[in-house]
């Protein structure tokens, strides 16, 4: 099925390191978000997207909807070790639904005290 | 509220039997859904109800797979005569009506089928 492409796959950084990531789509969507699984843990949403250019901020976090709405990037300032997990786009396809989030692989980040 | 619930939190069964998951979702929210994922993936949604009538359900359901949400709150996922390829991480999540993209995730069901 459909899927989102994530970058990169894994990071190793060091705490107070600024991280960024990204997720892409040959096609357009409508919604970006952007969720972290801890391990053993279901998906926590961090942030959403609903319009192209839109930047918004939670916290160290700040997520981007692309304008060509064809990619979001997530930005996280100053890490610390909670912010270890695994980071997951997801979207709502423009010919989609949003009850049928399409996800990428994620992107497994440690960091290092 | 203390969020959406899931039982057991891991389940070991041998090839061929049946398994059953329950899921609590938050008290308001009258969206469920059932999504599995496997080690590197991300979460692949399973069926989603809306109250109690079951509304979508993916291909990834086959004949073995059943849910059930008899009255509108907790729901069952059934496995029958599980085989190895079954084993995952089974998640449940919950939205409320108009926001169905902000899920809220319980802690899944890991299953594990020898």
């Known amino acids: 099925g459909q899927q989102l492409n994530q970058s990169p796959q894994s990071m190793f950084i060091q705490e107070g390191e600024d991280v960024s990531m990204n997720c892409t789509s040959s096609s357009i969507f409508n919604t970006w978000l952007w969720y972290k699984q801890d391990p053993g843990e279901g998906p926590v949403l961090l942030i959403a997207l609903y319009k192209a250019g839109e930047l918004t901020s939670n916290g160290r976090l700040t997520a981007q909807f692309g304008i060509t709405r064809k990619d979001s990037f997530l930005n996280i300032s100053a890490s610390i070790p909670s912010d270890v997990g695994i980071y997951f786009c997801a979207g709502v396809p423009q010919a989609g639904n949003n009850r049928k989030l399409i996800w990428g692989l994620g992107t497994s980040l440690a960091v290092n005290p | 509220d203390t969020g959406v619930s899931q039982d057991p939190r891991h389940k070991i069964t041998k090839r061929g039997q049946n398994v059953t998951f329950r899921c609590d979702p938050i008290s308001e929210h009258n969206r469920l859904y059932w999504y599995r994922q496997t080690l590197g993936q991300g979460p692949e949604f399973l069926t989603y109800f809306q109250n109690e009538a079951q509304l979508e359900k993916s291909r990834l359901l086959s004949d073995r797979f059943s849910a059930e949400r008899p009255k509108g709150s907790f729901s069952t996922l059934e496995i029958q005569r599980t085989e190895q390829g079954d084993s995952a991480m089974y998640l449940c999540?919950?939205?409320?009506?108009?926001?169905?993209?902000?899920?809220?995730f319980g802690s899944g069901t890991q299953l594990s089928v020898l």
């Open positions: 999540a919950s939205s409320i009506a108009n926001e169905d993209e902000k899920l809220f």
